[in-house]
């Protein structure tokens, strides 16, 4: 019996690796050994294929079958190997063509019945095997939207394994192709910042937070519009670029969750995991293969913690490397990924455990102390915007006269204000303030008079300021001169950006 060869793709994070896989039948007791370091997941596959080729109307070869997967030194996991592999069987049984998987890739799972099953993360699976010369990739129905993304590529789809069998080995119609769409998809509208009301203070931090990438903290009482700010926050960040369109839309395939009419995600995501979310959940995990969570999932958006002291510690403070880094490197028994995780931190608390007004509020001093002690020094040092919230005065609840600023008013400028930060920080590659490091802001090049950080010194001296949290009002009072139209700050920024920092209304007159 000839040798037949087949391509399936391999996928870590998201990390993809074009995968060999060879058949051999020879005579012996009929069976299907794996050589390659296949996963009990992809041993398991033999006797699903096997009935998925019988039901599709090919014939089995009841002889010695060996499979080997290469490159053999690393694992292989998971059901997206099931059509290369019966492929492959089923060309050495001479029951298709071999010319006709000649640069092909087959990614899908199979059923019982032949058919073809959508799998996690075809988009960069795609991308890999295009890179390293595939010219043609077979994928399934639920499958095609997302593999259509990739350019420069023949996608085609199959819905069972006897279309595949009547195309390669009885000369029938060849497999139709994945439809593309044209152009790039319209942005999606979220709630209107204008639906706030009053707020001015924390409307402010918002738009600070939106045009520097600076992460943010609110407290205040139950019902003072917190979880409102923060999820009109996306609305304000401009769409994602190319690039990263395709490196979020990445790290959502692989975790499943593009479904059957995927499209690149233009909108900046948010993503809003309960106070219970553990550490896995939060930062990404798996027995084997460690997959996304909230923080990759919300790259390039905003994640937004409601209820913050009511997280587990242990899982707020694995967001600190994150929030320094921008990726997140997960080992597991199967293997090291690396995630992106490059995303805006928003934390909302109230200022006690009961959640009462402030003159209905019963607690001690001691349990409110340790109430807000939950989060962490280490973590709210990362934090470049605190903002405290009073509830909403009744004049501005029920003004419906006064026009309110909305998203599309808040985002030009913010849009004005990223370009020009830029445009400063271009030959350096940082995008906005939050991401230049304050050895580069407290160098000459860009280093403020000493009249413009008296204020941030004299809290320094004081031991009320840490290095880092200079730094970060540094960050702030560019970004703020951004906004003002500036081309450097002025004391008058680095005053309101300590005040955003501290929360002390004596920072204006330090």
């Known amino acids: 019996m000839p040798l037949a060869r087949t391509w399936a793709v391999r996928l870590t994070g998201l990390s993809a690796q074009l995968v060999e896989i060879e058949a051999d039948v020879s005579q012996g007791l009929p069976g299907m050994s794996f050589t390659g370091l296949a996963d009990t997941s992809v041993v398991e596959s033999r006797d699903r294929i096997r009935a998925a080729a019988l039901n599709s109307g090919a014939e089995w070869p009841n002889r010695r079958i060996t499979v080997a997967m290469l490159p053999a030194d690393v694992r292989k996991v998971g059901s997206r190997f099931d059509l290369a592999l019966a492929v492959a069987v089923l060309c050495c049984a001479k029951q298709l063509r071999p010319a006709g998987l000649d640069g092909v890739a087959w990614i899908a799972e199979l059923g019982l019945d032949g058919r073809l099953r959508a799998v996690r993360g075809v988009l960069p699976s795609v991308a890999a095997a295009r890179d390293a010369g595939v010219r043609r990739v077979v994928v399934s129905p639920g499958n095609a939207a997302e593999a259509a993304l990739v350019p420069g590529i023949d996608v085609r789809v199959a819905h069972d394994l006897a279309e595949i069998v009547h195309w390669l080995g009885a000369d029938g119609p060849a497999l139709p192709a994945a439809q593309r769409r044209e152009g790039w998809p319209t942005p999606a509208t979220g709630p209107d910042l204008a639906d706030v009301a009053g707020q001015p203070l924390a409307r402010r931090a918002v738009e600070l937070a939106a045009a520097g990438g600076h992460h943010l903290f609110l407290e205040g009482a139950p019902g003072a519009g917190k979880t409102m700010l923060a999820e009109r926050l996306p609305g304000l960040l401009p769409p994602l670029d190319d690039a990263s369109a395709v490196e979020v839309t990445a790290v959502h395939s692989v975790a499943g969750l593009l479904g059957e009419n995927a499209e690149l995600i233009r909108t900046p995501p948010l993503q809003a995991p309960h106070h219970t979310a553990s550490v896995a959940s939060l930062v990404g995990g798996g027995s084997s293969i460690a997959r996304p969570g909230a923080i990759s999932l919300a790259h390039c958006g905003v994640l937004f913690l409601d209820e913050a002291p009511e997280f587990a510690p242990r899982a707020l403070d694995a967001l600190r490397q994150p929030l320094e880094n921008g990726i997140v490197v997960l080992h597991r028994g199967g293997g090291v990924v690396t995630y992106p995780a490059r995303f805006l931190l928003v934390l909302a608390a109230n200022p006690c455990p009961c959640g009462a007004p402030a003159k209905e509020c019963t607690c001690p001093p001691l349990t409110r102390r340790r109430y807000q002690h939950r989060l962490s020094g280490p973590l709210l040092d990362r934090i470049d915007l605190r903002v405290q919230i009073d509830p909403v005065a009744h004049a501005d ?114």
């Open 397 to 510: 609840l029920i003004d419906g006269a006064t026009p309110r600023e909305s998203s599309a008013t808040v985002a030009q400028r913010v849009h004005a204000a990223r370009d020009a930060a830029a445009a400063r920080w271009a030959e350096s590659g940082w995008l906005v303030n939050g991401d230049v490091p304050g050895a580069a802001l407290r160098s000459s090049e860009w280093a403020l008079p000493a009249a413009a950080i008296r204020p941030a010194d004299a809290y320094v001296k004081r031991g009320e300021l840490s290095a880092r949290g200079f730094d970060r009002v540094l960050r702030l009072a560019w970004t703020l001169a951004d906004l003002a139209g500036r081309a450097v700050p002025t004391a008058e920024e680095v005053s309101e950006a300590l005040y955003f920092r501290t929360g002390r209304s004596d920072a204006f007159a330090a």
